[in-house]
């Protein structure tokens, strides 16, 4: 009665394995400010629920496989503002991002085969691919370099007859870095040369400072037949418990073969979809102001960062990550040691170690993720608790 | 370019692939009555929609990975009501039985083993594993024995090095055969004797009739350790459009490898789990109302069945299926014509072919499974429709 070699492969996820340490230090009574998790403090717009309410929960039906039609047609139009156009039978409603990119892989990968990833990166790719038998090959990028990519034969240099995709988030997660249009022409003319498709991951699309804009990779007309598009409202609309993402490719053949899988799994929960449609036809002044406001957070990391002794970073742009090099050995163990052993007043910060958002063993050791998901007050104090916390460890 | 061996090898689902042709014949003002897929038109509880209106939705939150605390304790109430105790570290919440499924499948699998299913199988099984790159063994069962299992020996004669588990649905879709307490114990023993998992989907029980009762694979004590029980809301509370199931295996090992998967994809619809949480804390007098229901349902369906010449069927004694074999050569081109050709009073129906539910290729061409979804009267003027088809169509 053994288990399968691919889910003994997988790997606990990096950011939930603290968790207990943080449950077990709380019930002792001190505070913990919570920088490790991308679960934003901003309230979901009311509009959610009450389109809920609205809806006829007399019989709570499947919905159609491929997504409410309400939902899909506020898709087109989100895009449409970017004049990315999409017909109804382009998009597909999948269980939030993650559900997007695993019947993505599953339907372009078949075991064995590669997808190409700059690192560090979400750490959840790797479910998505591992336990479906796909291998990520990491792109290394550097803390020094902001993040961005290394040049066009550094990436070429890396792909195989397996290769099968280039898959990367754009703002990126953990980075908080935005590519530039040059990057993605690179990445456009890396796909179009090779053969491959590109997993464009947009769930942090619109989290752009600075006066940036976050373009979408939907936007390369050379390559729109082999892009695909993943989308959420988790982030941008801050409902990150309704798990509504999507799929969208103007590639009809893909989209078709993707729908088997979302045909087999029935559909995705109906009033979630409704209350998501509602979330999507909010005018643009929504997002203008969550911007605003993460914009201003990321002022204040990005301040206490540089006031900081052998800090290395470069100003994040985008999301509300930033990853950072601390003036520690080895990150993990500073993690722990700032739950268990610190406090300021009773309280203390949880940060996630990089090392799980690469896929090169030994990078990232000395680098956390901290996700700027606290009002700007709540941020400044955790951040100094970063500070003397940091302070306190050299000594 | 090329999409994957894996999803190109799916077929589009046999129950939606005639949705097109009916939608059709709907617009020209047919009235077309649904006995082919398993959407009840049973009110869904209050306490459903109720305990979401009453849950703090100013943000909505990810819920835990392995689902929300007063959902798991729900579930364990339900089992323990038959004697079946489920520690809180013993159940996973799940994007419905079809993602409890799928996972259970990646965890027990790797690529090119086997899993054996007594055919006719609910037809997404298909796609829960060859999207995965498992293989369905069939077991071959038949309509004039009631679809009941064939022996030990002829099961036994399946099983390869490959085989990891045997994977049934009891009571049974498509066949609405309840598993005798014999055959049970037989599977028990085949599971035992050949070191396989038992994944009983048990999302119909309750719907047991004649005075059975729908006996939880989770009963058989001396295979708990290999059993993996899954459940839903969507037919026992009539809310197919939650998608909330859940797993549940006394191996704790299995279900914290599961557990992974379920942190890669974060959580399922936080909202959809406060309601089903309020469905499973129902009393038993709502289910037995809803079986009485659908046991007068069945006698209707199963009296016209007897009136038809040349029907071959058993009575079925649960879930709310029956596959029947009719005086027909073909019964996909019996179902198109009943849905192009034939009305009566500008009525028709629409059946389930049932040969997508082997996997034997041929096998369950002159059979269609009818779902009786509709109310009683409903039902009786339905069954009369497939009366007068027949009787037009073999003319």
Redesign the interface.
């Known amino acids: 009665?053994?288990?399968?070699?691919?889910?003994?492969d997988?790997?606990?996820?990096p950011v939930?394995k603290l968790v207990p340490i943080a449950t077990r230090v709380k019930k002792q009574g001190k505070k913990v400010y919570h920088l490790n998790?991308g679960?934003?403090?901003?309230?979901?717009p009311k509009v959610?629920?009450e389109a809920?309410?609205n809806y006829d929960?007399?019989?709570?039906?499947?919905?159609f496989?491929q997504g409410e039609p309400v939902l899909i047609n506020a898709i087109r139009d989100y895009f449409e503002r970017d004049n990315i156009h999409f017909d109804e039978d382009e998009i597909l409603i999948t269980?939030?991002g993650?559900?997007a990119l695993?019947f993505t892989t599953?339907?372009?990968?078949?075991?064995g085969?590669e997808i190409l990833v700059p690192e560090p990166f979400y750490t959840?790719y790797?479910?998505?691919t591992g336990?479906?038998?796909v291998s990520i090959k990491p792109i290394t990028t550097k803390a020094e370099e902001g993040f961005h990519l290394p040049s066009k034969e550094e990436i070429t240099k890396l792909i195989t007859p397996k290769t099968k995709a280039i898959l990367f988030s754009n703002p990126g997660n953990p980075t908080g870095t935005i590519l530039t249009l040059k990057e993605m022409e690179m990445l456009a003319d890396i796909a179009l040369e090779n053969?491959?498709?590109i997993i464009s991951d947009e769930v942090y699309r619109g989290f752009a400072f600075d006066g940036l804009k976050g373009i979408s990779m939907g936007s390369i007309k050379r390559v729109q037949?082999?892009t695909i598009l993943i989308e959420s409202v988790s982030k941008r609309y801050?409902?990150?418990?309704?798990?509504i993402g999507s799929i969208a490719s103007k590639n009809k053949?893909?989209i078709k073969?993707?729908l088997?899988?979302c045909?087999?799994?029935?559909?995705?929960?109906?009033?979630?979809q409704v209350g998501a449609a509602a979330l999507y036809q909010l005018p643009d002044s929504y997002t203008d102001e969550i911007r605003k406001e993460y914009q201003a957070r990321r002022d204040i990391v990005y301040k206490t960062l540089q006031e900081i002794p052998g800090v290395v970073c470069e100003k994040p742009t985008g999301a509300f990550y930033v990853v950072v090099q601390l003036p520690v050995d080895d990150a993990e163990e500073f993690v722990i040691w700032m739950l268990e052993e610190f406090e300021l007043d009773g309280e203390t910060i949880m940060l996630s170690p990089a090392e799980g958002f690469y896929a090169t063993p030994g990078l990232g050791k000395n680098e956390v993720r901290i996700a700027y998901v606290l009002n700007t007050d709540t941020m400044a104090h955790a951040m100094n608790i970063l500070k003397e916390g940091l302070k306190a460890y050299k000594k």
């Open positions: 009665m053994k288990l399968s070699k691919r889910v003994l997988m790997q606990e996820s939930r998790i679960q934003p403090d901003i309230p979901t959610f629920i809920i309410n929960t007399s019989v709570i039906k499947y919905s496989s269980n939030g993650s559900e695993t599953i339907s372009i990968c078949d075991p085969d959840n790797n479910g998505f336990g479906v038998n053969d491959l498709y037949d082999r801050s409902a990150c418990g309704a798990r053949v893909l073969n993707i088997k899988l045909q087999a799994r029935l559909c995705v929960a109906t009033l979630e």
